[in-house]
Nanobody, 118 residues
Framework: VQLQASGGGLVQAGESLRLSCVVSKSPFSIKAVAWHRQAPGQQRELVAGITSDDTTDYADSVKGRFTISRDTAKNTVYLQMNSLKPEDTARYYC?????????????WGQGTLVTVSS
């Protein structure tokens, strides 16, 4: 399973970005994809997730501002980020959970950097 994240960049507070995560080369059933982020000196935290039946979940800090969605035809999961704040600055990683021989295994992409200036 390979995950390729893209879409990060430098924006000003209040602006928007859309991150993309392409999930490829998966011989296994993908059960869920999530976006996590890690700021310098901080632990990695869950931002948003979406399951194979389109159930979504969000961290309280991004509810109402971020939207996760997926395009199954493109094997891509998106994270639309609106009203960005400086505290959203972090490297954003996508994670896929796949059913592998009766077990659930997690896979990570390389991350994309989001910087929000005040």
């Amino acid at each position: 399973v390979q995950l390729q994240a893209s879409g990060g960049g430098l924006v000003q507070a209040g602006e928007s970005l859309r991150l993309s995560c392409v999930v490829s080369k998966s011989p296994f059933s993908i059960k869920a994809v999530a976006w996590h982020r890690q700021a310098p000196g901080q632990q990695r935290e869950l931002v948003a997730g979406i399951t194979s039946d389109d159930t979504t979940d969000y961290a309280d800090s991004v509810k109402g501002r971020f939207t996760i969605s997926r395009d199954t035809a493109k094997n891509t999961v998106y994270l639309q980020m609106n009203s960005l704040k400086p505290e959203d600055t972090a490297r954003y990683y996508c994670n896929a959970r796949a059913a592998v021989l009766g077990d659930i295994k997690g896979y990570w992409g390389q991350g994309t950097l989001v910087t929000v200036s005040s």
